[in-house]
């Protein structure tokens, strides 16, 4: 891919500020060509063609149907003053005779609220960026605006959010966005006032001195912009035939901003982004998501880890990553899928709360100040994990030198182990156990001895690390199965067992009442476990098993004796701390699905891209 030379003020634009089409494809080279028109480029004399027909059912013409909503807007905009202007447009819009039937998923049953009446309420909806609800209590709010919608009685929150997610298809929920799009720049370029946020009880109650969240939104955007774009420019690029007339700044800026607001979709986005940016151009939703479509997850994952190497050279720069790292392999998901999954059977899969995602398996740096997401890659269908471990870690460690990676029981198999074995990495995992394995055996040997935690070592034969297993007591109450929950308390049960000065040196304190009582409590416990041995009963469930091939880790002294008391508690201390480092990730993901762009599209790598991207700005 090239990169695009020009500075952002080589193409100065003095027509429209933001594209009202979408863009003609220029099949002799696959690339599109931006042509900013002005509004009066569309304007239709006379009756608009889409609605001057009178038969029924029609409404399947997206494309004519956006394209005569757009000059609609721009007619009715020239002789609006206000937003109230604004709102009596989507009201008046000569649609009752259409269904919609082809992109409403109860045809041809309608319910009580027939698609016009939801096609005029999500218009108005994406106008103002609002999600179901403030649209439910704007309506409740002003019942003028309800009635001229065409309600008799409110829907509610619920029914508006089915209509969309739901009862649209993904092509009518595209379209809306884009006359969404057209509406707001038709009032833009006619200078009729749009509200930031529109009040949904007609009060406003914010101080005077306060900026509204628009502003203050819009400012942190610029903050994460600014300091991810250095990096962005640098590494990522589109791949754009030489007539672009909107610099590639431009794309990647509008992602982020349309990342930091909640809900925001790249159709809908332009409009808002238009009103905040001091940009002369910018692309239309179906532009931007066109482009951006176009790039394959190989040159995704290129563009990211060129990223992370610029990152990592100024993190070592600043002494901030010197020497080995630990990192944590995991898996996590975008959105729910909402569309039609014939075709992307492999990539998109089930979950356990029912619903069905595009997944991710991530690669990235724990237990530091620089969170680098090292590699990602979409999981598919029948790939095996050390499939997954291979792909990320087989560019990684040219990156950075991995001295430990931990998974979670996900991943634990024996050629997981032997692909970071492979590649020079020790690994750490809880392992899953199961009846009559060797796992299950040592448990049992466990209770009929009252022993409480374990070390067990598989010495290779081909001079590769010794594999080991390291067995604790699961302390949790919760019902929760998360093997992080369990190991909660782990620590404190550890240190009960022995007295001695903790790691950081400070004594320990002395034995109290409380103290004395879960004493005996445990001796209790562990004779009741051998009681139980001696029946045969013995509860897997309550042992956590971890896998690692770490040196650090070992089952007895230098000289093969058993360790006494502190040193093993202190090991066991580390390894917890260690794996706790795992949670990184984790905490990680929550902070990017802050960043994602939502969309309705159901190619894998335009989610994958923004995925890729919402990795950037946590780190920049």
Not at 7 to 13: K, L, R, V, Y
Not at 228 to 237: G, I, L, Q, R
Not at 343 to 360: C, R, T, V
């Amino acid at each position: 891919m090239g990169r695009n030379s020009a500075s952002d003020a080589d193409s100065p634009d003095t027509d429209a500020r933001i594209e009202t089409q979408p863009p003609a494809a220029d099949r002799s080279n696959g690339t599109t060509t931006t042509v900013p028109p002005s509004l009066a480029d569309t304007t239709i004399a006379g009756q608009p063609r889409f609605f001057d027909s009178e038969s029924e059912g029609i409404g399947d013409d997206l494309d004519g149907f956006v394209a005569d909503i757009t000059s609609i807007a721009q007619m009715r905009c020239e002789h609006a003053t206000d937003y109230a202007d604004v709102e009596t447009l989507i009201c008046d819009l000569p649609i009752n005779h259409l269904t919609f039937a082809a992109h409403d998923s109860l045809a041809p049953y309608s319910g009580s609220y027939p698609m016009t009446l939801l096609v005029r309420a999500c218009l108005l909806k994406e106008i103002n960026g609002w999600g179901e609800t403030a649209l439910h209590d704007y309506l409740r709010a002003n019942s003028s605006v309800r009635r001229g919608l065409g309600f008799e009685t409110l829907p509610n929150q619920s029914t508006f959010w089915r209509a969309w997610n739901e009862r649209f298809s993904a092509e009518l929920r595209d379209a809306v966005q884009e006359c969404a799009d057209a509406v707001v720049m038709a009032a833009r370029v006619c200078e009729v006032p749009l509200p930031d946020q529109t009040s949904t009880d007609g009060a406003d109650g914010s101080e005077a001195d306060t900026p509204p969240k628009h502003q203050l939104v819009a400012e942190k955007t610029d903050e994460v912009w600014q300091q991810a774009k250095p990096f962005v420019t640098d590494a990522f690029a589109l791949d754009r035939g030489p007539n672009w007339q909107i610099h590639e700044n431009a794309f990647f800026e509008q992602h982020a901003y349309m990342g930091m607001r909640e809900d925001m979709y790249a159709r809908s986005g332009p409009a808002s982004f238009s009103l905040d940016t001091t940009r002369e151009r910018i692309p239309t939703g179906s532009t931007h998501r066109y482009q951006i479509g176009k790039l394959s997850v190989a040159e995704i994952r290129e563009m990211l880890r060129d990223t992370t190497r610029m990152l990592i050279a100024r993190a070592s720069q600043n002494g901030e990553l010197d020497g080995p790292v630990f990192a944590a392999i995991d898996v996590t998901k975008g959105f729910p899928f909402t569309g039609d999954p014939e075709d992307h059977e492999d990539d998109i899969l089930g979950y356990k709360d029912g619903n069905e995602y595009y997944q991710w398996a991530v690669l990235k740096i724990v237990g530091m100040d620089v969170p680098l997401v090292l590699d990602a890659i979409p999981r598919v269908r029948g790939q095996s994990k050390d499939e997954i471990v291979e792909k990320l870690l087989s560019q990684a460690t040219e990156m950075v030198d991995i001295d430990l990676v931990m998974m979670d029981r996900e991943f634990d198999s024996d050629p997981v182990k032997d692909t970071c074995e492979e590649y020079d990495v020790h690994y750490l995992n809880p392992t899953r156990i199961f009846a009559n394995s060797d796992e299950a055996d040592t448990i049992a040997w466990m209770y009929r001895t009252g022993e409480r935690f374990h070390v067990t070592e598989e010495k290779a034969d081909d001079g590769m690390p010794t594999r080991k297993q390291v067995y604790l007591p699961k302390q949790s109450n919760s019902a929760d199965e998360d093997e992080d929950d369990d190991l909660s308390a782990v620590w404190t049960e550890l240190c009960g067992e022995w007295e001695f000065e903790d790691v950081d040196g400070e004594p320990s304190k002395g034995i109290s009442f409380s103290r004395l009582l879960a004493d005996i409590q445990r001796e209790e416990e562990v004779e009741e476990r051998k009681q139980k041995a001696k029946k045969g009963e013995v509860d897997t469930g309550e042992t956590v098993v971890f896998e690692t091939n770490h040196p650090y880790v070992t089952a007895g002294d230098a000289d093969d004796q058993q360790m006494d008391g502190k040193a093993f508690v202190h090991m066991i201390e580390r390894l917890i701390r260690w794996y706790r480092h795992r949670w990184g990730i984790e905490n990680g993901f929550k902070k990017q699905k802050h960043f994602m762009v939502r969309t309705t599209s159901t190619e894998r790598d335009y989610r994958f891209f923004n995925f890729v991207f919402a990795c950037v700005p946590e780190v920049g």
